[in-house]
Nanobody, 122 residues
Framework: QVQLVESGGGLVQAGGSLRLSCAAS????????MGWFRQAPGKQRELVAA???????NYADSLKGRFTISRDNAKNTVYLQMNTLKPEDTAVYYC????????????????WGQGTQVTVSS
């Protein structure tokens, strides 16, 4: 079993930056894939970015260049650096993890965090 705890969300003005963190814990922890998703009101959850234990990454096309995912395997923590934020980035951001192998583009994750709210004001 894996527990995920996100942090770093909040209110920011358009053009600002935020860094989200997600710490994983659990017994015999060996996480292959970690990802960030987001869900805005009235919209479906969408993949933001994902990263494998080896550093392979995948990003939503619309977010490339503004968002950067990184990972500290020793700390079992994944980060999402979000720059030049826009009001349309407002959403609940969820961390997800897979201990099994999966492609970096998968939307199928076994473990989910509770989510952290990001609000970008105009």
């Amino acid at each position: 079993q894996v527990q995920l705890v996100e942090s770093g969300g909040g209110l920011v003005q358009a053009g600002g930056s935020l860094r989200l963190s997600c710490a994983a814990s659990g017994r015999r922890l060996s996480i292959y894939l970690m990802g960030w998703f987001r869900q805005a009101p009235g919209k479906q959850r969408e993949l933001v970015a994902a990263i494998t234990s080896g550093g392979g990454t995948n990003y939503a096309d619309s977010l490339k260049g503004r968002f950067t995912i990184s990972r500290d395997n020793a700390k079992n923590t994944v980060y999402l650096q979000m720059n030049t934020l826009k009001p349309e980035d407002t959403a609940v951001y969820y961390c997800a993890a897979n201990t099994r192998w999966a492609t970096v583009s998968t939307r199928d994750y076994d473990y989910w965090g509770q989510g952290t709210q990001v609000t970008v004001s105009s």
